[in-house]
Every structure is written in structure tokens, then in C-alpha cells.
């Protein structure tokens, strides 16, 4: 089986990459946009010291979403 060619870094793609950890993008969606492998994702936002959000803190924070949204609503 061929190894696949090892794409480099771009300044751009590290700055696409900061504004998608910033802007509170998974790591999944961010490995998506960069049309890169997911752990390769990971590993370049951890090496910048910008790590993705994990799964827990962004699961706690949509129940926290839906728990407002349903807060607003008539009674």
C-alpha cells in the first residue's frame, strides 16, 4: 500500500485553521475544510497551542443551548 504524499502547512491553512478553532469549529469540520485527516488536524492545532474544544465540552454546551431555547418559549 503507497504511502500518501505528506502535504505541507501553508501560512494561509494555519490561519484558516486558527479562525476555525477560534470561531469554535469541531475538529471534524475544520479537517473537512482544510481537506486534511482528522488527527492531522488535531495534532497541528494542538502543536500551536490552540487545541480543538473536546467532544464533552461542546456536547455541554449545546445542552446548555437547548436548554435556553426551550426556556424562551410561551408557556
Same mark, same amino acid.
Request: proline share 4%; with cysteine.
Given at each position: 500500500?503507497?504511502?500518501?504524499?505528506? #502535504?505541507?502547512?501553508?501560512? +494561509? &491553512?494555519?490561519?484558516?485553521?486558527?479562525?476555525?478553532? *477560534?470561531?469554535?469549529?469541531?475538529?471534524?469540520?475544520?479537517?473537512?475544510?482544510?481537506?486534511?485527516?482528522?488527527?492531522? #488536524?488535531?495534532?497541528?492545532? +494542538? &502543536?500551536?497551542?490552540?487545541?480543538?474544544?473536546?467532544? *464533552?465540552?461542546?456536547?455541554?454546551?449545546?445542552?446548555?443551548?437547548?436548554?435556553?431555547?426551550?426556556?424562551?418559549?410561551?408557556?
Amino acid at each position: 500500500m503507497p504511502m500518501k504524499k505528506k #502535504t505541507l502547512w501553508s501560512d +494561509r &491553512d494555519i490561519e484558516r485553521l486558527k479562525v476555525l478553532v *477560534a470561531s469554535g469549529a469541531s475538529a471534524v469540520r475544520a479537517s473537512v475544510a482544510l481537506k486534511r485527516g482528522l488527527a492531522v #488536524t488535531k495534532n497541528k492545532a +494542538r &502543536d500551536l497551542g490552540i487545541p480543538f474544544r473536546s467532544e *464533552a465540552e461542546m456536547k455541554e454546551d449545546r445542552k446548555r443551548m437547548f436548554q435556553n431555547s426551550t426556556d424562551c418559549g410561551p408557556r
